[in-house]
């Protein structure tokens, strides 16, 4: 199973960015997907995530704010960031499964700064 994460970079505050996260060598359709991110010094953490049917959860950091979706079609997830603040830079990771026994991406940096 590969999980393959692309959208990350550098923005100003307020500004937004589109994460993308693909899943191949599986059913993709079957797993519920996340996305977590690590800032520096920091643990890890949920910032959202959707279930196989489409139910989806928020840290409350991000919520209003972020918005997670999903196309089976094409074995991808996204997680739509507006409004983006200096406090949301990390490294951003795709997990796909959960957090105990799934797979994830490498991790793709999102630097928020003016």
């Known amino acids: 199973v590969q999980v393959v994460e692309s959208g990350g970079g550098l923005v100003q505050p307020g500004g937004s960015l589109r994460l993308s996260c693909t899943v191949s060598?599986?059913?993709?359709?079957?797993?519920?997907m996340g996305w977590y991110r690590q800032a520096p010094g920091k643990q890890r953490e949920l910032a959202a995530n959707?279930?196989?049917?489409?139910?989806?959860n928020y840290a409350d950091s991000v919520k209003g704010r972020f918005t997670i979706s999903r196309n089976n079609a094409k074995n991808t997830v996204y997680l739509q960031m507006n409004s983006l603040k200096p406090e949301d830079t990390a490294i951003y990771y795709c997990?796909?499964?959960?957090?105990?026994?799934?797979?994830w991406g490498q991790g793709t940096q999102v630097t928020v700064s003016s």
């Open positions: 060598g599986t059913i993709f359709s079957i797993y519920a």
């Open positions: 959707i279930t196989s049917g489409g139910s989806t």
């Open positions: 997990n796909a499964g959960g957090v105990t026994l799934g797979f």
